[in-house]
């Protein structure tokens, strides 16, 4: 298993532009994820998934659409990239009954110029 | 909101010391608490969950909820032991809608 994979690894925007960030896992999970992570401040959820058709937004959904066709993927849609979005962007997967742990892809280091 | 705080953005000890990762949590209810961490080049992944209360290379943590503390502990730190260690809360008991602390970056010298 590929586990949770994520595309691209790096990124260069300007300000303005679009773009969409992938994430697929090939574990059959419900549940998916966005994250940010920022220097100091931890990993804040964006949005997330817990199944085919159904999103939702975390803490900082602002600037970010997602969609879930598939139970494989999720991608993250910037609409207008901005400055304030260069950041690390990791995705995550996990089972959605019980407590289970969440697996994390290798990030995704997004620079908006 | 809950929040978590990790007061040590950086720690170091030497091989063989013992090591204390401070974590905090601000919440009133009844959290699922995490260590997750990020070794050098490779992917954040779960260290350990206090429901478990297992022991998960040589480290344990113990939830306090009087001090609303869940600091993770190892009596004999390692090289290997060096990563970037996150605390994480979930409220909802389901360990996906994570809210994590900033992190601490163990280093474990020779």
């Known amino acids: 298993n590929a586990g949770v994979t994520q595309t691209p690894k790096f990124q260069v925007l300007k300000t303005g532009q679009s773009m969409t960030l992938q994430c697929a896992q090939d574990m059959n999970h419900e549940y998916m994820s966005w994250y940010r992570q920022d220097p100091g401040m931890g990993l804040r959820l964006i949005h997330y998934s817990v199944g085919a058709g159904i999103t939702d937004q975390g803490e900082v959904p602002n600037g970010y659409n997602v969609s879930r066709s598939t139970t494989e993927d999720f991608p993250l849609r910037l609409l207008s990239a901005a400055p304030s979005q260069t950041s690390v962007y990791f995705c995550?997967?996990?089972?959605?009954?019980?407590?289970?742990?969440?697996?994390f892809g290798p990030g995704t280091r997004l620079t908006v110029t | 909101a809950q929040r978590v705080t990790q007061p040590e953005k950086l720690l170091s000890v030497f091989k063989g010391a013992p090591v204390e990762l401070k974590c905090n949590y601000s919440?009133?209810?009844?959290?699922?608490l995490f260590w997750y961490v990020q070794y050098s080049r490779q992917r954040l992944q779960l260290l350990l969950r206090h429901i478990s209360r297992e022991s998960i290379k040589g480290f344990t943590a113990d939830l306090n909820k009087g001090e609303t503390s869940f600091h993770l502990k190892k009596p004999f730190a390692q090289e290997e032991d060096s990563a970037m260690y996150y605390c994480?809360?979930?409220?909802?008991?389901?360990?996906?809608?994570?809210?994590f602390g900033s992190g601490t970056q163990l280093t474990v010298l020779p």
């Open positions: 995550a997967s996990s089972e959605l009954a019980g407590v289970n742990e969440q697996y």
């Open positions: 994480a809360l979930d409220i909802r008991g389901s360990a996906r809608q994570l809210t």
């Open positions: 919440y009133s209810g009844s959290p699922e």
